[in-house]
Structures are given as structure tokens and as C-alpha cells.
């Protein structure tokens, strides 16, 4: 079931199409705006301790001491964190141990806390919010017992206020918010990730996005010790490699933070640029965009979407998304030469299309 928030209905979206992602788009010889993770070589310290857990790989892989640094960045004790083979392995855990009587996601958002739920037999209703996106507590029935929400949010790029995520939480619910993004904004003003009184919290977390790490598989979950202690007897032996941990624990410290600052920062601007060079073109970003990414609705963006890859570059589709359609496209943020060219080639697509 479908509740809008005074928008049009979700569109349907398949249970295939709820595992489609940016990385079937960005094929090898494309310029890839479809992925939201930050390219480029990281910093010699992370590369070092990478490198130097490859140089050891004849013991099993221990996770306390990047689990006391992550717990340490999160100001919680390590009972409170579970570390995953990405975000991803976390919704899959997640979905297996509780045992919701209404579970409730709210969307437009990453489809996989929904497939995850599905795999594991549950029934999901769809809290679907209009444009600009922005979440109404209000909607989420007052029933529902488990309630997943992205900040910001994958594939809007909303930063929902933390007090708007607050009010969801109560006694005899489980609120599951998909932080990945929230590292890509300076200062994480909206982040709930040290918050440990409000009563039924998860939080999903990533090195992913900005660390350009998607390939090393590398998250975590922070919630109560007993939820995080049973989500662990559901993971296989030793499910995150020590290449892996080795990065974690380096990306937990007051260095790697302080680093992610300076990212986002730049980051910022080079989001700006972009929504003023897309304006520029007649193509406006919708809600505000607080993330690597920026959404943006054209009449046939299908159309332009594969008119972008014939020009060389690789744009995510929104019809995947429940709550968008074909008239969407995710557009990832990059440095200002690469937006200059890509919209140079846009505004040639669009003065064909029109």
C-alpha cells in the first residue's frame, strides 16, 4: 500500500527493478554521474592501512579495533556497533531478526531496505512523500513498528532536520535511518548517529561514498547492544574482510573526520555549481539538494537518458524509485571541468529533443 502525501500515487516499481543501481549504468568508455561515490585515489594514510592489511591476509579478520574506533567516532560503547560488508548487509540483517507487525519505508529512497524486508518474507507499506521531498512524521502511520528512512536521502538528496527523524522514534518502534550520505554533508547537522535516548533507533552507516571504497564492502549499524548482538548471530563468520576493517579503523579517528570536513566542504560548491549550471539549461533541480547527488525531472528523461550515453556519459534513471518515474534522473556531482562538459553535452540532447 501506497500513502501520499498529497502527491500522485508511487509509481510501481517491480521487485527486480528494487535491486537496480547506478553501477549497471556507468559501463566501461562513460563518464559515470550514475554512481554516488566520490573517484579519485584516497589519501596515503587510508591507501597505507589498506595496503598493509593485503600484506597479512593469513589470519582471520578481527573486528575489535575498528569497531572501538568507530564506537569511539559515534561517542558509544562498542556493544552499540555492528560492522557489515557494506550498508547493504545491514538491512539484510536487519530484515532477518526483527519481526515487524507493520513495517512502513518511506520513499522516494535506496530500494534496498524494502527488497531486504521483502526477501525475508515481510509485508512493506510505502509512505510515498511529495515533492520537495521533505519528511512529515504525520504520515507514517501511527501503527507501524518499524520505519526505514534515508538522510539524506538517495535519490532526492533531502537532508530531513534531525528533529523531524526524532519524532518518529517511540517505545515499540524500530527507526531505521540510512545515514551513507551523511558524511557528504559538512558537519552532519541532521545526523542521529550519537544519539542514544531515543528509544528504538538504528542507524546505518557507510565509508562508501566518500572514501570511494563501494568495492572494499565496508559499513556499520549503531543501535541498543541487544538489537546489535542479535543482527550479529544473523551474520556469517568473520563477514568483513581485514582489508576492510583496516579502513574502518583508520576512517573512525579524529584525522579521517576532520578530512571528511574538507571533503563535503568542497563538495558543497561543486554541488552548487552544478544546480547553476543546470539551471542555466532550463533544467531546475527538485527539493534541496544536500548530497553528492542532485534529482532532476525532464519530460522524457528515459529518452535523454540514452541520448546522454551516445554523447559518453552514464546518468541514473529514476523509474526504479517508487515514487518517481521515467521523467527522472539522479545526476552525481563532480569537479567543475567534468560538469562543464557534461552539461555542454546535455544542452546539445535537449536542443535535439526539443
Same mark, same amino acid.
Given at each position: 500500500m501506497d500513502i501520499c502525501g498529497g502527491g500522485p500515487p508511487g509509481s510501481v516499481v517491480t521487485t527486480a527493478g528494487l535491486h537496480h543501481h547506478g553501477d549497471v549504468e556507468a559501463t566501461p568508455g562513460l563518464v559515470d554521474l550514475a554512481v554516488n561515490v566520490r573517484s579519485g585515489p584516497g589519501p596515503d594514510w587510508l591507501r597505507a592501512a589498506i595496503s598493509g592489511a593485503v600484506a597479512d591476509l593469513s589470519r582471520y579478520p578481527? @573486528?575489535?579495533?575498528?569497531?572501538?574506533?568507530?564506537?569511539? /567516532?559515534?561517542r558509544r560503547p562498542a556493544d552499540e556497533v555492528l560492522l557489515t560488508a557494506g550498508a547493504a548487509e545491514a538491512f539484510v540483517l536487519l530484515a532477518r531478526v526483527l519481526r515487524p507487525r507493520r513495517a512502513v519505508v518511506v520513499h522516494p529512497q535506496f530500494t534496498e531496505p524494502e527488497a531486504a524486508l521483502l526477501a525475508a518474507g515481510h509485508t512493506v507499506d510505502r509512505v510515498v512523500l511529495p515533492e520537495p521531498f521533505v519528511l512529515d512524521a504525520a504520515l507514517v502511520p501511527d501503527d507501524a513498528d518499524l520505519v526505514m528512512v534515508g538522510n539524506p536521502t538517495n535519490p532526492t538528496s533531502v537532508l530531513h532536520p534531525?528533529?523531524? !527523524?526524532?519524532?518518529?522514534?517511540?517505545?515499540?518502534?524500530?527507526?531505521?535511518?540510512d545515514e551513507a550520505f551523511a558524511d557528504t554533508v559538512p558537519g552532519e547537522p541532521a545526523s542521529l548517529s550519537a544519539r542514544r535516548d531515543l @528509544? =528504538? !533507533?538504528?542507524?546505518? /552507516?557507510?565509508?562508501?561514498?566518500?572514501?570511494?571504497l563501494a568495492g572494499l564492502r565496508v559499513g556499520y549499524l549503531l543501535g541498543d547492544a541487544a538489537l546489535v548482538a542479535r543482527c550479529a548471530a544473523a551474520q556469517p563468520l568473520w563477514p568483513v574482510s581485514a582489508p576492510a576493517l583496516a579502513a574502518a579503523e583508520v576512517l573512525g579517528t579524529p584525522r579521517a573526520v576532520a578530512a571528511e570536513y574538507g571533503i563535503?566542504?568542497? !563538495?558543497?560548491?561543486? /554541488?552548487?555549481?552544478?544546480?547553476?549550471?543546470?539551471?542555466?539549461? =532550463?533544467?531546475?533541480?527538485?527539493?534541496?539538494?544536500?548530497?553528492?547527488?542532485?534529482?532532476?525531472?525532464? @519530460?522524457?528523461?528515459?529518452?535523454?537518458? !540514452?541520448?546522454? /550515453?551516445?554523447? =559518453?556519459?552514464?546518468?541514473?534513471?529514476?523509474?526504479?524509485? @517508487?515514487?518517481? =518515474?521515467p521523467d527522472w534522473l539522479r545526476i552525481a556531482v563532480r569537479d567543475r571541468a567534468t560538469t562543464d562538459r557534461f552539461v555542454a553535452a546535455l544542452s546539445g540532447v535537449l536542443a535535439v529533443a526539443r
Open positions: 578481527d @573486528p575489535s579495533a575498528a569497531r572501538a574506533s568507530v564506537a569511539a /567516532r559515534h534531525a528533529e523531524s !527523524l526524532a519524532a518518529l522514534c517511540r517505545p515499540g518502534r524500530t527507526v531505521v535511518v @528509544p =528504538g !533507533l538504528v542507524v546505518v /552507516r557507510s565509508f562508501t561514498k566518500t572514501w570511494g563535503a566542504v568542497e !563538495l558543497a560548491g561543486d /554541488r552548487e555549481y552544478l544546480v547553476e549550471r543546470l539551471a542555466a539549461v =532550463g533544467v531546475p533541480v527538485a527539493g534541496t539538494p544536500a548530497s553528492c547527488f542532485v534529482l532532476v525531472r525532464l @519530460p522524457g528523461a528515459d529518452r535523454v537518458r !540514452l541520448a546522454l /550515453r551516445d554523447a =559518453g556519459y552514464a546518468v541514473r534513471r529514476g523509474d526504479t524509485f @517508487p515514487g518517481l =518515474g
